[in-house]
C-alpha cells in the first residue's frame, strides 16, 4: 500500500484496528502551534485520539513529537490552536491542572527522583490523585506493583540505583499513581534491550486492558506500530500521514523511510 492510500489531511478516527472499534475521542487537538522561545517546532498541527486505543506519534529527529507531548501536558505553553481533552480546554493551562484533568505523562529520559525510593517516587506521583485517601493510594501502590513486580522488589531502594528498564517502570508507575484517563509515554525503549523493551510492552497491555488510553512517542517504529492500534506520522511539525498502525507498518514507503528496508 502507497501512502496516497492513507489520510493525510484532518479527518474522522480511522476504523480498522485489531482491537475492538474504541469510544469517540478522548483529545483533540486542532492548529497546534508551539515551539521554544522564537523556534517554532510546530505549525498548526491536527491530532486525535480515541477513547481506549492504544496510539502511537512517529517521525524522525527534530519532528516535533516530545513537543507536541510537552503541549499537551503543559510543560510548554502552544502560541496558537486548541487541546481538548474529554471537553476540556488544555491550552493555557499548568501542568498540575492538567493532570487533574486526568492527563498523565512518563516524560524522555527514565526521568525519576534519583535520591528518593521507588515507593517514595510513586507515593509523589499520588499527590494530585483525584478523591485521594491514605486507603486509596495504598491500593493504588499495590496495583502499581502488581504491574511491576520488580518494582515491588526494589520498594526500599533508592531509584538513582535502578537499572534504566527499572526507572523507566517506576517514571510509568509514578504517571499512573495519577489515575490518569489517558497516559503519555515519551521514547519507551530509549536506551533499554529489546527484552526489557518486550516486558514493559506486555506491562503497558495490561494497563490498557485495564482501561488506560495510551499515547506512545517510540523512537523504534517497528515496536511502536506492533503494539499500536493507529499511528500519526509527524513531519517538519505537521501531521504527515495517519491510519490503522498495521497498514502504515504494511506501507513500503514507511519501511523504507524508518526501517531501512
Known amino acids: 500500500m502507497s501512502l496516497r492510500h492513507f489520510e493525510t489531511a484532518p479527518g474522522p478516527v480511522d476504523s480498522g484496528s485489531a482491537r475492538a472499534a474504541p469510544a469517540g475521542p478522548v483529545l483533540t487537538v486542532t492548529g497546534l502551534r508551539a515551539g521554544y522561545g522564537p523556534i517554532q517546532v510546530l505549525h498548526g498541527l491536527d491530532l486525535e485520539i480515541a477513547a481506549g486505543e492504544v496510539h502511537a506519534i512517529i517521525g524522525g529527529n527534530g519532528a516535533g513529537k516530545t513537543t507536541l507531548l510537552r503541549a499537551i501536558s503543559g510543560l510548554i505553553q502552544p502560541s496558537a490552536g486548541s487541546i481538548d481533552f474529554c471537553g476540556n480546554e488544555l491550552a493555557g493551562r499548568s501542568p498540575a491542572e492538567i493532570v487533574d484533568c486526568g492527563v498523565g505523562h512518563a516524560p524522555e529520559g527514565h526521568r525519576v527522583f534519583r535520591g ?3 515507593e517514595e517516587n510513586l507515593r509523589l506521583g499520588a499527590f494530585r490523585r483525584p478523591g485521594k485517601t491514605r486507603a486509596s493510594v495504598n491500593s493504588a501502590l499495590a496495583e502499581i506493583f502488581e504491574f511491576f513486580p520488580k518494582l515491588s522488589e526494589r520498594r526500599r531502594q533508592l531509584a538513582g540505583t535502578l537499572s534504566g528498564g527499572e526507572q523507566q517502570m517506576c517514571a510509568i508507575g509514578r504517571a499512573l499513581m495519577t489515575a490518569p ?10 536506551g533499554l ?22 499515547l506512545l512517542v517510540e523512537q523504534d517504529v517497528s515496536v511502536a506500530l506492533g503494539f499500536s492500534d493507529r499511528a500519526t506520522v509527524v513531519s517538519s511539525g505537521q501531521v504527515a500521514l495517519r491510519g490503522p498502525a498495521r497498514d502504515l507498518l504494511a506501507d513500503p514507503q514507511i519501511i523504507t523511510t524508518y526501517l531501512g528496508g
Open 181 to 190: 484517563k489517558l497516559l503519555i509515554i515519551d521514547e519507551l525503549s530509549l
Open 116 to 118: 528518593l525510593t521507588v
Open 193 to 214: 534491550a529489546p527484552i526489557i523493551v518486550e516486558e514493559l510492552l506486555h506491562i503497558l497491555s495490561k494497563i490498557h486492558a485495564a482501561g488506560t488510553t495510551l
